[in-house]
């Protein structure tokens, strides 16, 4: 749970330099950014090369896991424990002013720090897995085919506890900008948001089965970071 | 334009090295996946401590560029030119197996290797300036209240030309896994997009006035990476 008023402290490393209006430290807002979206980008570093790797994150409290096979570069290199920076963004819209200096975009931000470690104690990996499942698909884990200690041990899942991390996002409408009052061009702001679509069911079903209450949260038409805004809460309640 | 047949060369740091199958090297896979977002996520390296940072970007054949304000502190590290991956990453649909072990999402995803530079010429600074407003919106530029020279001196522009990058994606629907074949829980795939919204004009125009070509390529129900690929191929025709 998110204590109100909790906040991250502010260091050199996450501290908002451009547009610091803009900027917030506190967890929930820092939460509920990270919350709305299934994929993060984490970057890290090897030998002085900087990597940035899309993956799948979920959220326990301050402790963020995010998945990868236990072959992979970024896994192999955060196996001795190593800095690194998840972030979370959302496009909301596209800001069009009446000059190029003002085009901007309505956007949510949430930049983490912290040192990664592989998740390995396998009391802890299975925990981790099946959070990875429930916290999407809330009820599903149990219903599946299980896992084996194979596949626990093929999985490799990072854990990163947030020791600093900063919230940045734009909203509403075109700012005023007295210098470009009155010029004749078109201005607003066009939203994006991420859809849910109609189902694709797997045509190997023998026989037709229920989507099941793990899946109602993804309506078709739906918002997708609504539905997992709302499933964080069922998973973290 | 994209040459047929171009690829990039494949070094330790962009071989795919998890699930090499679903990765790619060739110029076109490389630039589909850019092509189709406006938001980048690039990594770079301060003090040995990695950055992950959103910010939008956009193409002129090999090279990338991307924004942020010369305040920034990402602009003023790349100053001096310093090696950064920029990725770009989709979600496109939530893939549901019979097993834990199978569940994974559709996604595309180009990760992009090189050395950042800012661009400080200021005839070569108007120019992507010009470029960061009609790739995105064409004729838009010169229908704008014009750019000063205070505002070309406050943007920061940082131009990176591709060295190597690698492309992965994943398509279609739940794997074959004959352990899990049968066993009864609903699979398929729940497909996700990014949709243009109903526009929101701005209230402080005096009159009204038309949305403007430039803006048809977004139509309310769209989808966001379609209408970046065609605007892209306008922008580099």
């Excluded at 979920?58 to 196996?79: K, P, Q, T």
């Excluded at 596209?94 to 930049?111: D, K, Q």
């Excluded at 900008?177 to 023998?206: F, K, N, Q, S, Y």
């Excluded at 089965?209 to 899946?215: A, I, V």
Aim: aromatic content about 6%; charged content about 20%; some cysteine.
């Amino acid at each position: 749970m998110t204590t109100a008023g909790d906040t991250y402290p502010i260091t050199p490393r996450n501290r908002v330099r451009r547009e610091p209006t803009r900027g917030s430290y506190d967890h929930a807002s820092v939460h509920a950014i990270l919350d709305a979206a299934m994929l993060c980008h984490v970057s890290y570093v090897l030998d002085g090369q900087p990597f940035c790797t899309p993956t799948l994150h979920w959220r326990e409290g301050e402790m963020l896991y995010w998945h990868g096979s236990s072959a992979c570069r970024m896994i192999r290199h955060l196996a001795v424990g190593a800095p690194a920076c998840p972030t979370v963004s959302h496009l909301d819209g596209l800001v069009m002013a009446r000059s190029a200096f003002h085009h901007t975009v309505n956007y949510r931000a949430a930049m983490c720090f912290g040192t990664a470690h592989p998740v390995s104690d396998p009391a802890e990996k299975l925990h981790a897995l099946r959070g990875m499942v429930e916290r999407f698909y809330p009820g599903r884990f149990d219903a599946l085919r299980p896992v084996t200690a194979q596949e626990i041990k093929a999985t490799g899942v990072i854990a990163m506890r947030i020791e600093d991390a900063s919230a940045k996002a734009r909203t509403g409408g075109v700012g005023p900008a007295p210098e470009d009052e009155g010029h004749p061009v078109w201005a607003g702001v066009i939203p994006v948001t991420t859809r849910i679509g109609a189902d694709l069911p797997c045509p190997r079903m023998g026989r037709p089965l229920p989507r099941g209450g793990d899946l109602s949260r993804y309506p078709a038409g739906g918002e997708l970071g609504q539905a997992l805004t709302e499933l964080q809460r069922l998973y973290q309640g």
